[in-house]
């Protein structure tokens, strides 16, 4: 979230979310894809269409990432992303900068993709929960056999490859009573640079174990504790969160505008396997709801960039989303520092986008703050020697 950049219309496209295809290896306890058994994969087709339409939508107007997303993208083998960055480059006429970057397991890891990793420059994540107490609770196969010791093979593969990754780890109501073994565990495994989701309630996923009256405290106390020893401690560590709350801080000017991606529309656009376009929060795309049907705006493969803009589903949606925002203008303390709140997180919760505060507000924004306002007022009365 930053002070809001000239806009016009919509976008400018910052992040492309393809779902290239449905199916993930793992089963984990808290997934939200609904559809993480099907085997389905995108098509050469497919692919010619969505940059082909990508470039001529008018969207693309800064560099911007392409995220293989949604599923494990690594199912697909480094010979059928080979041939969508070519597809991709071939498309882009105006060699505007792309980065391609992969949110995977790591349980696929092996030689021939750390090779394809460095030939094509691809950003890595790995979704890995800490050690395995931690990990194995939630990250498991379909027969409910932890995968932790998978994931550390492919992370061991990642660095003895020289290839630079980040981690991101979920955060259940269990793994906020151990910040010190999760930074040990960083430590460890020559991690540098972590980022926290929480359990969140989308789709299918209905229940959150952070859904208690203690989970905004003990997030606190959690993030306190981890920012400390990230600060602090033998090593240190770039967490995420605390950057990205620092910079909305930094930019909360009384007469800044506020912006995020997921309510700007299509700063963000999700494509699935089959073409179907979407935009605000990736996780809609798959998704269905009582009051709007699916959350596919069209296709690439048979619509043009203006039909999809002018979808009355589109619109609805604006129109709710734009709505939820200002009311969480007019009614919460922190607004300046979000921006309004992830769209699907409020129907998930709320079961509307006009609504307001969530669980995933009351943590990732509410206390978050809290955390790194703290912080920062101690180091200002430790250089002014002024009472905090």
């Not at 959150?208 to 990230?230: E, G, I, P, Y």
């Not at 989303?321 to 769209?343: D, H, L, N, S």
Request: net charge negative; charged share 20%.
């Amino acid at each position: 979230m930053t002070a809001s950049p000239d806009r016009e219309g919509f976008g400018p496209l910052d992040l492309l979310v393809v779902q290239a295809t449905p199916f993930c290896n793992l089963d984990c306890r808290y997934c939200y894809l609904p559809d993480r058994s099907r085997t389905e994969r995108m098509g050469a087709e497919v692919l010619e269409a969505l940059f082909q339409w990508v470039f001529a939508s008018g969207l693309v107007r800064a560099p911007f990432t392409v995220a293989w997303h949604a599923g494990e993208p690594m199912v697909l083998g480094p010979a059928f992303y080979a041939a969508a960055f070519e597809t991709a480059a071939r498309h882009n006429a105006e060699q505007v900068p792309l980065v391609h970057s992969f949110q995977t397991n790591a349980t696929l890891i092996d030689q021939a993709w750390c090779d394809f990793i460095k030939i094509h420059h691809v950003q890595v994540g790995v979704s890995v929960d800490g050690p395995a107490f931690l990990h194995n609770r939630h990250r498991v196969t379909r027969r409910g056999v932890g995968t932790h010791h998978r994931v550390m093979r492919g992370i061991e593969r990642l660095r003895d490859n020289g290839i630079p990754f980040h981690v991101i780890s979920v955060l259940t109501r269990e793994a906020l009573d151990y910040p010190d073994e999760l930074y040990e565990f960083y430590i460890e495994h020559g991690i540098e640079q972590v980022g926290f989701n929480i359990e969140e309630i989308e789709g299918p996923h209905r229940e959150s174990s952070l859904s208690v009256h203690d989970a905004q405290v003990c997030f606190r106390q959690f993030m306190a504790r981890f920012l400390n020893l990230a600060t602090d401690g033998p090593a240190r560590l770039w967490v995420r969160e605390q950057e990205s709350m620092t910079r909305a801080i930094m930019a909360a000017q009384p007469d800044a505008g506020v912006w995020t991606q997921e309510t700007t529309p299509f700063a963000i656009v999700s494509v699935d396997w089959k073409g179907n376009v979407s935009t605000f929060s990736p996780e809609l795309l798959g998704l269905a709801h009582d009051r709007y049907g699916d959350f596919t705006l069209g296709n690439v493969c048979t619509d043009s960039g203006e039909s999809v803009l002018a979808s009355p589903r589109f619109a609805a949606l604006r129109r709710d989303i734009a709505e939820g925002v200002e009311r969480c203008r007019q009614t919460c303390a922190y607004f300046r520092y979000c921006g309004g709140g992830a769209p699907v997180n409020k129907l998930a919760e709320n079961g509307s986008f006009a609504s307001t505060e969530t669980l995933f507000c009351r943590l990732n924004r509410q206390a978050m703050l809290d955390v790194v306002l703290d912080r920062i007022q101690a180091s200002l009365s430790k250089r002014t020697g002024l009472p905090a």
